[in-house]
C-alpha cells in the first residue's frame, strides 16, 4: 500500500503530518512504515509534539549551526543560484533524516505519547513538499 502526503509550507518551520498518516494506515493491521521526503531541502523528523518551544529551539539552533549563505562564516560556498537559503538547506537536509520507519501494530502507528512526525522545511519560501508513504503488512 503507497500514498504520497502533500505539506503546503509557508517557510523554515516544522509541520507536523502525524494525523494524516494516522488516518492512512488506521485499521491495516500489523506491519512497517516507511516515510520518505522527495526532495533535497527538507527532512522529516519524530519529535515532541506536546510542547511548541521544542520546534523553535530546533529552529534557533538549525539556523545558528547552519546560517544563510550570505553570513561571513559561510563564504565558502559555491551553490549560491538559488538563493542565500538554498545550500544551508541541503547541508541540513543532509545531516537530518530524510527518510524513517515506524512500526505498526493493529492499524496504529507505535508512536510514543508526545511524539509526532514532521516535515522540517529547511527553505524561506513556501514550497508544496510530497513525503511518499509505503506500508508493508507482516
Do not use: C
Not at 30 to 41: A, C, K, M
Not at 46 to 51: G, L, P, W, Y
Not at 119 to 137: G, V
Amino acid at each position: 500500500m503507497q500514498t504520497v502526503f502533500t505539506i503546503q509550507t509557508r517557510g523554515q518551520a516544522l509541520y507536523e503530518f502525524t494525523n494524516d498518516v494516522a488516518r492512512w494506515i488506521a485499521g491495516q493491521g500489523d506491519g512497517l512504515l516507511t516515510l520518505l521526503v522527495q526532495h533535497t531541502s527538507a527532512s522529516l523528523l519524530i519529535q515532541e509534539n506536546a510542547d511548541p518551544d521544542v520546534q523553535r529551539d530546533l529552529l534557533a539552533y538549525f539556523a545558528r549551526l547552519v546560517p544563510p549563505a550570505d553570513a561571513p562564516e559561510m563564504s565558502y560556498l559555491t551553490h549560491l543560484m538559488e538563493g542565500p537559503d538554498d545550500m544551508p538547506a541541503h547541508i541540513k537536509a543532509s545531516v537530518l533524516p530524510v527518510s524513517i520507519s515506524i512500526p505498526v501494530a493493529r492499524g496504529r502507528m507505535m508512536l510514543g505519547t508526545w511524539q509526532g512526525i514532521y516535515l522540517f522545511e529547511h527553505r524561506d519560501a513556501p514550497h508544496q513538499r510530497r513525503i511518499a508513504a509505503h506500508f508493508r503488512p507482516d
